[in-house]
């Protein structure tokens, strides 16, 4: 596709807008309130969101992770000795993008990161399919691996050493990162490109315990 042809790619957007006597004033109300209606709708995946870490050196890499739980802050799971988790243990920031496309949706969340006590990700770990936790011990992920093969063959030693009928136990190296919420913007597309972005941020004023509102130009 030429440039011409990617640039005339548009799409208007409907005029159904957000005001700030809509927003609940807890953003974490708001979101789950949000998350109920992508589901609603039958958006695909509705909990999948971007993350963006960066390394020691300030080099960012994103990727699409899914939410798995909502309380004090945004919650998911992977492999410490993955490219994002070596990259949070050194630099403990995050940010996240809800893309609700068909909504006309999008939430943006910035924060710091910590790691989720064992206890809940040895819960966690304990509900997923079995298939999954066979792989979390078969994938080095984020490392070189030579061939499919060799994915497919750590696979089925995992398979073998734990069969059917036993319990997989929680891998040392996986868990769970919480992204605690210092900004959680609420954008909502409009017409003309004249977008609704509403953004709840931490008071520096009250030491981080008050939410404030402010509208943000699209």
Known sequence: MDAEHIAAMRRSYAERGIDERDLDPDPMTQFAAWLADAEAAAVVEPNAMVLATAD???RSSARTVLLKGLDTGF?????YASRKGKELARNPAASLVF??????RQVLVAGV??????????????????GSQLSAWASPQSEVVASRADLDSAFAQASARWPEGTEVPLPDRWGGFR??????????????????RLRYRRSAADAGQRWVLERLAP
């Open 75 to 79: 919650v998911f799971y992977t492999n």
């Open 56 to 58: 020691a050196a300030g």
């Open 179 to 196: 992204v605690l919420p210092d900004s959680i913007e609420f954008w909502q597309g409009r017409g003309d490109r004249l977008h609704d």
């Open 113 to 130: 990161v910590e790691q989720v006590d064992r206890v809940t990700v040895a819960r966690y770990f304990s509900s997923r399919p079995r």
């Open 99 to 104: 893309p609700w496309y068909p909504l006309e």
